[in-house]
């Protein structure tokens, strides 16, 4: 049976698992046993809770029908029945205490799912080839939950990196000459047409020709049953304020370049991305083998939910294999 049990398209399966060297297969089968107790913890915790509740809805169906008895039935409120409803109401409040921690339990730290490294592999094309990429790394005197943290705290740094590249500003020149051209483009698509106060125009065929005035831009907007056109304010504003608003965006631009913030050119991108991303993925290794020596050394260590599986497996892609031999 293959071990991506989570695929359902075995063709799909056979192909990734033919793509694994057999220590990545072994790290998957660990990956998916670790969620498979995960998952039975939860379920087990689910449990509990469930039975909990069910005790707690006997013993308050209890308090109800006995309080029925002596509101309604006219029985006596002995003392023996108020230390039962008592009983009763303890037993509720140790409950639902007891719901509150198995809940906190249940709320397991998230953890890298197989799930996640199923859906990597699938988009892999076929006849990718996965070499092995595994890094060593020498501890010394380091403590191996100190250098796994230290090595988080890296992917972190990275990752916020990373960030700080997306929303990076592009070149001042480059915002400027957009924010610009988009005014007056505006400005000039919104212009009022001065020419038929110039020309003789005829409204209608019956009619004379008369002075034309002039054709101000509109705005269409429809009222249900008819379309009603009036004359469009903002669009007039735009023309007329149009100096103004050329100061106004280059005063409002120039103020996000203050301070020197980080500036990549669009066509930079993709090449910045990459290099962080590489680093990111390096040290994502260097990780997964600290991880395996905490492991060799009975330390359970949970994976970042947002490990690389191809770090976490120890492959990368090399040469492709030539897809005509795969149909």
Same mark, same amino acid.
């Given at each position: 049976?293959? =071990? #991506?049990? *989570?695929?359902?398209?075995?063709?799909?399966?056979?192909?990734?698992?033919?793509?694994?060297? !057999? #220590?990545?297969?072994?790290? /998957?089968?660990?990956?998916?046993? &670790?969620?498979?107790?995960?998952?039975?913890?939860?379920?087990?915790?689910?449990?509990?809770?469930?039975?909990?509740?069910?005790?707690?809805?006997?013993?308050?169906?209890?308090?109800?029908?006995?309080?029925?008895?002596?509101?309604?039935?006219?029985?006596?409120?002995?003392?023996?029945?108020?230390?039962?409803?008592? @009983?009763?109401?303890?037993?509720?409040?140790?409950?639902? %205490?007891?719901? @509150? @921690?198995?809940?906190?339990?249940? @709320?397991?730290?998230?953890?890298?799912?197989?799930?996640?490294?199923?859906?990597?592999?699938?988009?892999?094309?076929?006849?990718? /080839?996965? /070499?092995?990429?595994? =890094?060593?790394? +020498?501890?010394? +005197?380091?403590?191996?939950? !100190?250098?796994?943290?230290?090595?988080?705290?890296?992917?972190?740094?990275?990752?916020?990196?990373?960030?700080?590249?997306?929303?990076?500003?592009?070149?001042?020149? /480059?915002?400027?000459?957009?924010?610009?051209?988009?005014?007056?483009?505006?400005?000039?698509?919104?212009?009022?047409? #001065?020419?038929?106060?110039?020309?003789?125009?005829?409204?209608?065929?019956?009619?004379?020709?008369?002075?034309?005035?002039?054709?101000?831009?509109?705005?269409?907007?429809?009222?249900?049953?008819?379309?009603?056109? &009036?004359?469009?304010?903002?669009?007039?504003?735009?023309?007329?304020?149009?100096?103004?608003?050329?100061?106004?965006?280059?005063?409002?631009?120039?103020?996000?370049?203050?301070?020197?913030?980080?500036?990549?050119?669009?066509?930079?991108?993709? +090449?910045?991305?990459?290099?962080? !991303?590489?680093?990111?993925?390096?040290?994502?290794?260097? %990780?997964?083998?600290?991880?395996?020596?905490?492991?060799? +050394?009975?330390?359970?260590?949970?994976?970042?939910?947002?490990?690389?599986?191809?770090?976490?497996?120890?492959?990368?892609?090399?040469?492709?294999?030539? *897809?005509?031999?795969?149909?």
């Amino acid at each position: 049976m293959s =071990v #991506f049990q *989570e695929i359902d398209d075995e063709d799909v399966a056979d192909r990734i698992e033919a793509m694994l060297p !057999d #220590f990545a297969l072994d790290k /998957v089968r660990r990956i998916e046993a &670790i969620s498979a107790e995960r998952s039975g913890v939860y379920s087990n915790i689910s449990a509990k809770i469930a039975r909990l509740h069910e005790q707690r809805r006997d013993w308050q169906s209890l308090i109800t029908r006995s309080e029925r008895e002596f509101e309604y039935d006219g029985m006596a409120k002995t003392a023996h029945a108020v230390a039962q409803i008592a @009983k009763w109401n303890q037993r509720i409040a140790k409950a639902n %205490e007891e719901v @509150k @921690k198995l809940s906190a339990q249940q @709320k397991l730290e998230p953890t890298l799912p197989p799930h996640i490294i199923f859906e990597e592999l699938r988009e892999l094309r076929p006849g990718t /080839v996965l /070499v092995d990429a595994r =890094v060593t790394v +020498k501890l010394g +005197k380091s403590d191996v939950a !100190d250098a796994i943290n230290a090595s988080r705290n890296k992917i972190a740094a990275l990752t916020s990196q990373r960030g700080a590249v997306r929303n990076a500003l592009l070149p001042k020149d /480059v915002a400027l000459h957009r924010a610009i051209t988009d005014i007056k483009q505006e400005a000039a698509e919104n212009a009022p047409d #001065f020419t038929p106060n110039a020309k003789l125009v005829r409204p209608m065929i019956n009619l004379r020709p008369r002075q034309g005035r002039t054709e101000w831009p509109t705005l269409s907007l429809e009222s249900g049953t008819q379309l009603v056109e &009036i004359e469009d304010a903002a669009a007039i504003v735009k023309f007329v304020m149009r100096d103004a608003l050329i100061a106004a965006a280059t005063e409002s631009i120039s103020k996000l370049y203050e301070g020197n913030p980080l500036v990549i050119p669009e066509a930079d991108r993709p +090449k910045a991305f990459s290099a962080v !991303d590489a680093e990111i993925l390096a040290e994502s290794r260097r %990780e997964e083998s600290l991880i395996e020596i905490a492991e060799s +050394k009975g330390i359970k260590v949970l994976r970042r939910s947002n490990a690389p599986p191809l770090a976490v497996l120890g492959v990368a892609v090399g040469a492709a294999v030539d *897809e005509t031999e795969f149909g």
